[in-house]
Every structure is written in C-alpha cells, then in structure tokens.
C-alpha cells in the first residue's frame, strides 16, 4: 500500500513538473524557447473561460505567470478571465467592466504574450502601443506593465506630456510597448524621425470611450492614421463606446464584445454604498468642510468641476487647518508636482484629495473610503468612473457622496436608469459649521486667496454655462452672489460672457418661484456691470445666511429615518437617508413650461418681415442730426455748392471718392463762411448783452446812489448850507481847524459826506446830468421845507449814519 501512495505521488509530481515545464527562461536554448511557444500557441483555441480558475490555467509564458504570481495576481477577475482567452486568440476586443475591475490586466497580459510569441526583440521597435487619456493614467499602467512584465526582455517607455522631450526622442527605437497619452504621442509622429510603427503588433486603448470622443477626436484620427492596417486593437472602458463610427475610425468591424457585468444589476461596484445630497450653492463649502473635520481618520477624494475651483479650496482649506493632510490634483500643476502628488495620495491613509475629472478615470489609488463630487457630474459616465475611485479590486469598499443643487437633482433619474442604486440623504444641520466669518477674514487680509477665489468663481459658472445638457446646468438658475458668499466674496466677480448672454435671455416664467428667478437675474445684471476688483458692498452683503434660515433649508423636508452608517462613530452621524429608492419626477412647473414652449411659434425673419410691411416701418433709413441735435430732414437741403447738389443727385452705385473729395473741399469753404458768420453773430451778441448791463448799472446809480458799503446816504439834494447861512470867516475857519485835531472823529463825519458827493462825480456823472426824476424830487422837497425842517432833516440824517 505504502509502495502504491508513493508511486502516486511521484506520478504527480512528475505530471505538475510537467505542467510547469512550459517554458524555462534560464536555459536560454532556440530551439527549447519555439517548442514553449508553439505549445502555447496551440492551447489558445483550447481556452475556456469558464473552466479557468487561476492565472496558471491560462497557457501563459513562464515569465508572464512568475511576473503575476510575484504581485499575489492568483485568481483572475470576471474581465481577465472572459478577455484574455480572446485576445490571446488574436482577436479585436471591445471590453467593457466596472470601474476596479482589473481591465489593465486584461489587456496587459495579451500584451506581453503577442510579443513573446512573436520573439520580439529591442531591434523589432514599437510593438505595442497603449493609448491612455491622461498622465496619470499611464504612468499607473507603465507602472504595472513593470511589475508584471519584469522579467521579459522588452524594454517599455512612458511617453506623456511635460517630460523630457529631447530624452525620449533618442531613445524611441529602443522601445518595444509604449505607454502614452494622445498628444505627446503625435508629437512623436510629427517631428522625431526615429519613431517608426509599422510593426505595430496590437493597439490598446484605455478609457476607449474617452480616448474617442470629441476632446481627442483629430488627434485620435492623425494617431490612427499613422498606424499599420494589420494590429490587433483591444479597447477597453467602465463606460465602453459602442458607436460604430467610432469603431469604423478604429477599422474594427467585428469586434469580440466581451462584458461580464453587462446582465448585473448595477453598474458600479457592489461593495460601492452611493448616496446624494440636494443642498443650496452657497451651503457646499460648509457642507464639505464640516465633513472633513467629521472624518479626519479617512481618505477622501473630493471632485470638483475646474482647476481654479480645485486650487481655491485647497489654499483655503490649508489656511483653515481642518487637522488632516490636503493635497490637490489638477491639470494645470507641473508635471513633477503632479506625479508627487499623485503618490503622496496613494501612500498616506488620513488624508484628502481635492481634484477635477482628471483623477476620474482609471486611477487605482488604494483603500479609498470616499468619493465627493462636489459639483453635479457632466453625464452618467463621467459619474461612475468619479465614483469608481472607491471600492476597488477584489475586496475593496467604499463610499460615494453626490452635492447636488436644486435643479440638478435631475440627473438621479438618469442614474437610476442607468442601474447606479442611489440614495438621498440629508445633512444633519447641527453638524454643519460653516467657517464663513474666518473665510471672508482670510480674504481681506489676503490678495492673493481673494483673486484665486474670484477665479474660481468665475470658472465654475463658465463651466456651467459651457455644459451641454441645459436641463441640468442652468447658469440663469445659479445664485451666483450667494455663491460667492460663500467663497468669501463679498463683491461677486464680473463675469463678462455672462453678461453678453443675458442680454437675449428671457428668463423661464414659473409661477411658484417667479420671484426668486428675477432676483437672481437682476443680480446677475446688476453684478455684471459692478467692478470686480473692488469690494465696496452694502452692509446686506456683508451679511452671513443667518444660521436659523440655514437650518430651515436643510430641516425642511427632513423625515425622520435613520443614520447612514450602522457604525456609532460621530463621524456617521453626519450623514442621513433621506429617501431610498425614490423614482424623482419632473417638477410641474417644468412640465408647464415645456407645454408653454411647445405653444410658441418661432418667429422666422418672413414673419418679421410682414409685419414691418403692415405696419408701414422703413427699415435702414439714415436720419442725420445737426450739431444742435436737430434732425436734418433732407440732405440735399444741407449742401450749398452746386458740386455737392450734384453729386447728390446722381444715383450711381458705389461712392467714386474722387469726385467726393472734391465735394468735400467745395462744402468746406461754405463750412468755413457760415462759421465766420457764427463767430461774428457771436461777438455782436455778447457785446449788445455788456451794453445792456452797463446801462442797467447806470441807471440803479441813478436811483440809488453808489452802492458801496463804506457809503452814506447821498445828501446831494439837500440845499446848500453856504447860500442859506453865508460863507463863514476865516477867523472862525481856524478854530474849526484847531477843533478837528481834536475831535478829529468829528472832522472826519463833517467831510465825509460831501467827498460821496464828489466821488459820485468823479464817477463821470455830471450834475448835469442828474436825472430829470431827481431834479423834480429836489424842487419838491425844498419847496416843502422850511429851512429849519431841512436842517434838522439833515442832521438826523448825519446822526443816524
Ligand atoms: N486578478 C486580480 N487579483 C487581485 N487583484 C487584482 C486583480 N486584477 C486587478 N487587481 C487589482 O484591482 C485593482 C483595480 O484594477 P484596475 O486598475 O486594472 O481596474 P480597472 O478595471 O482598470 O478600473 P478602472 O475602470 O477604474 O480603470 C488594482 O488595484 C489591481 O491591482
């Protein structure tokens, strides 16, 4: 007995020495290495994919098997399993697989083995080339391509942009599988010599669907172009296109379809819990903040729409210090940046991520607790693959968390239609601490946040007005100054395309929120014409949404359920189902509107056409204005030289500008005529005006008197005191000098009067010429006066001045 178990033993140890004899790197013989391969080239047609268990059972060079076993790659997942068998057969491969789903393994095998088989070596150049859409994305594949092909002897390249130009250029023969993006890659095609790929072996498109579509189209065109007719083309996505024309452009007519998630009933990972939110605009940076600091032991991946609004948040939010590390991803950093970065995430497990859809495809960075999308995703797809950053692999987890405004919450129907199970929740209000008060601090004292705030701002509505489905993104439905609140704005920036768009927007009339549509509207045109830079505001700006409104949005329809997570943690409080499963229907206002719409007829340019007709309106008719503003009625009128008559009357098309110039010069010498005329009417005018004002000055002085301050009463028409009491002596005339030294005061008011009277004479008026009224009032009242009267008139007269 014990004789037989040995025996059986050795016999299979015998067959499994067997079985792994395939093929052996070391003894390097020729003839050894084409009998493996012909023996696996044998097996090909034998695959089948549902008798596969592990990598081994797939007829797999040495290399290759060591290369996955090396990386605990054991089991192959759904997408391997069904993919490989295929494209090892040589067939094209439309490959479409939830997002974590190890579709780069799928098509790296078959990379590995074409070429294998196929003996190829460094002098054979460019043998397989992987096409991915972004940098990261390739740098995660040639990465992989590394670990798993290690021990083949092919020599891999990354080609992608912001790298070393001049350096890949001269070592571009030596490769035999490039990994590249687009754009880098044409370049290559364009200008390096050394780049050839008419051996090309096989093509692979990763993220197909977004290789394909309009950002890349003429690129993609150029690239495919260039490469050789006969190629085996693999293409593979979460979101795989099935446009023929995309494929014809690929001259792949009958591709293997090969999807194994297609009959499961979602499309994103099982292990994937998804839920959404509908918050106002102006409550998101409160909202993701007071979540940060609710999950500092997690990793958190937060999508935002723009660079600039990625770069805000991040110098915010650093400035703010939530207590876990910050990092940003975005297109517009350096290269190196970017790489470092994009590792930093990948290593540290407390940590969150602020990035634009540039992080939204392919990347495998490990154990991700969340995904936020903080702004409402362009389409499903671009959805799903942001969400597919969590619960990866064969046992990954995760979460996802939708920010979605009002009117966007449309896009859950579609997500529900696309078999994407989605939850509302609804924040608790009590744990959302809007650090508002520090934000606008931080802003003023701060030029440099408060610009890239502003930029921010500005970005985010130019990228909802550039989104394709209105229904969705409303730029007119967007409370853009509570939204710049919200940055720490207190002035809203001016957005000028914005501004151009309104003026032929007419806003959609809905009965229930008429009111808050015009509101902001007029904001939107008021806002429009304010300066950006300044930040000059009315004390209601400056006010903060008062806590109590807040929390009445947030509360207003918030049943009663429980808490999102079984887990007791703080950290799970903070989100709660709201709804599950909820079918969300059209508002009837929505509905109303389409009704409305459909009503309306399109006014064609016939229409308009008629009704100026009926109407009797010329249309294109010139009216001219004179300098005083008056209309010139007729033109002909105007002209004076018989040259300018002329030419007007001759009604010949076009303008012969000889002729004009002459005109002109014939019209000028009557110009310059009637403006001497002018100047003359002018000058006469003034002087008849001063004329009139000297005479009316002369008459009130002959009223009147002068009207100087210093002046007295004019005592003119009193009678001469000399002809009525006689000239005194000289005698007499002494004392009253030697009386004047001393009351000098006394002297002064005796003289003072009748030095008016000469003064008034000096002036040019002659007694003479007093006037006859005058005269008349002398001879009246000095026939009137006893001569005692008249003295003591005087002297009253004297005293009182
Ligand atoms: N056979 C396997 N066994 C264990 N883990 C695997 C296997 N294949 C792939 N993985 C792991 O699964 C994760 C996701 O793989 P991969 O990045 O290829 O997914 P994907 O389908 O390309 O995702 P996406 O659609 O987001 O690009 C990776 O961490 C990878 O290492």
Redesign the pocket.
């Known amino acids: 007995m014990k004789q037989n178990k040995q025996e059986e033993k050795a016999k299979q140890q015998k067959s499994k020495k067997d079985k792994f004899k395939l093929y052996k790197p070391k003894k390097k013989k020729s003839s050894e290495e084409d009998a493996a391969i012909q023996y696996l080239q044998a097996q090909y047609d034998k695959i089948n994919p549902d008798a596969i268990k592990t990598?081994k059972d797939f007829p797999l060079s040495q290399k290759t098997l060591k290369g996955l076993k090396d990386n605990?790659?054991?089991?192959?997942?759904e997408?391997?399993r069904q993919a490989i068998g295929y494209a090892l057969q040589g067939k094209d491969i439309l490959g479409a697989?939830?997002?974590?789903?190890?579709?780069?393994?799928?098509f790296l095998i078959p990379i590995l083995e074409n070429l294998f088989c196929k003996k190829w070596t460094r002098l054979d150049g460019v043998g397989a080339l992987v096409i991915s859409p972004t940098r990261e994305?390739a740098y995660?594949i040639y990465e992989?391509l590394r670990k798993v092909g290690g021990l083949h002897d092919f020599s891999a390249g990354l080609i992608i942009g912001g790298q070393n130009l001049k350096f890949e250029r001269k070592r571009m023969d030596q490769i035999n599988i490039l990994i590249c993006t687009p754009g880098r890659l044409l370049q290559h095609m364009d200008e390096n010599p050394l780049f050839d790929c008419s051996h090309l072996q096989i093509l692979v498109l990763?993220?197909a669907d977004r290789c394909l579509d309009m950002g890349f189209e003429t690129t993609m065109n150029a690239i495919i172009e260039n490469l050789p007719q006969e190629r085996q083309t693999l293409l593979?996505?979460?979101t795989q296109t099935k446009s023929v024309k995309d494929l014809a452009r690929l001259s792949l007519s009958f591709p293997t379809y090969v999807a194994p998630h297609e009959q499961a009933e979602t499309v994103t990972p099982e292990s994937l819990q998804q839920s959404y939110i509908v918050c106002e605009i102006d409550e998101k940076i409160g909202i993701l903040w007071s979540f940060i600091r609710n999950h500092l032991k997690q990793k958190v991946l937060v999508f935002m729409a723009t660079c600039k609004q990625v770069k805000y948040t991040y110098d915010l939010f650093c400035k703010l210090r939530p207590g876990v590390s910050l990092l940003a991803l975005y297109g517009t950093l350096h290269q190196e940046k970017r790489e470092r970065i994009y590792n930093e995430f990948c290593r540290k497990s407390n940590v969150v991520l602020f990035a634009t859809d540039l992080a939204s495809?392919?990347?495998?960075f490990?154990h991700v607790n969340w995904v936020i999308q903080m702004d409402c995703p362009e389409d499903v797809e671009t959805y799903i693959?942001r969400a597919?950053?969590t619960a990866?692999?064969?046992f990954?987890k995760g979460e996802g968390l939708l920010m979605l405004l009002p009117h966007e919450e449309k896009i859950v129907e579609d997500l529900k239609k696309s078999k994407i199970p989605i939850n509302k929740i609804a924040v608790d209000p009590s744990k959302v601490v809007a650090p508002q008060r520090k934000i606008e601090g931080l802003l003023s004292d701060n030029t440099e946040l408060k610009q890239t705030a502003q930029r921010a701002f500005v970005s985010y509505v130019k990228s909802i007005f550039l989104m394709k489905n209105k229904e969705i993104f409303n730029v007119h439905l967007l409370d853009t100054d509570a939204y710049a609140r919200s940055l720490g704005l207190i002035v809203p920036p001016r957005i000028r395309f914005l501004h151009k768009n309104l003026k032929g927007y007419n806003p959609p009339k809905k009965e229930s929120d008429n009111e808050e549509n015009e509101d902001v509207l007029d904001k939107l045109k008021t806002k429009a014409e304010n300066d950006a830079g300044t930040d000059q505001s009315s004390d209601e700006e400056e006010k903060p949404i008062p806590q109590e409104k807040k929390n009445k949005k947030l509360t207003k329809e918030l049943p009663k359920f429980d808490f999102h997570n079984d887990a007791d943690s703080e950290e799970d409080e903070f989100l709660q189902v709201k709804k599950a499963n909820v079918d969300v229907k059209p508002p009837i206002e929505e509905e109303e509107q389409n009704i409305t719409k459909k009503k309306k007829k399109p006014l064609t340019k016939a229409a308009v056409a008629k009704k100026l007709l009926k109407k009797k309106i010329k249309v294109n008719t010139q009216v001219k204005f004179t300098e005083d503003g008056e209309a010139i009625e007729d033109e002909k009128k105007d002209v004076k030289s018989d040259l300018a008559k002329q030419f007007i009357n001759e009604d010949v098309g076009g303008i012969d500008i000889e002729k004009a110039k002459e005109v002109l010069k014939e019209e000028d010498k009557y110009d310059k005529i009637r403006f001497r005329e002018k100047v003359k009417a002018k000058h006469k005018e003034q002087k008849r005006k001063l004329k009139n004002k000297k005479k009316e000055e002369a008459e009130e002085q002959d009223d009147f008197g002068s009207q100087s301050e210093s002046d007295g009463p004019d005592l003119s028409w009193l009678p001469d005191p000399d002809k009525i009491y006689g000239k005194k002596d000289s005698g007499s005339e002494k004392e009253d000098q030697s009386h004047t030294e001393d009351n000098s005061d006394l002297e002064e008011e005796k003289y003072h009067r009748p030095l008016k009277h000469k003064l008034v004479e000096s002036k040019g008026i002659p007694q003479d010429s007093v006037a006859p009224r005058k005269k008349k009032k002398l001879k009246d009242i000095s026939g009137s006066l006893s001569i005692q009267e008249a003295e003591a008139l005087a002297m009253r007269l004297l005293q009182s001045q």
């Open positions: 990598f605990n790659y054991v089991t192959p997942t997408i391997q697989a939830k997002t974590g789903s190890g579709k780069t393994l799928a994305l995660q992989t990763d993220e593979f996505s979460a495809r392919g990347l495998d490990p693959h597919g950053r990866r692999g064969v990954g």
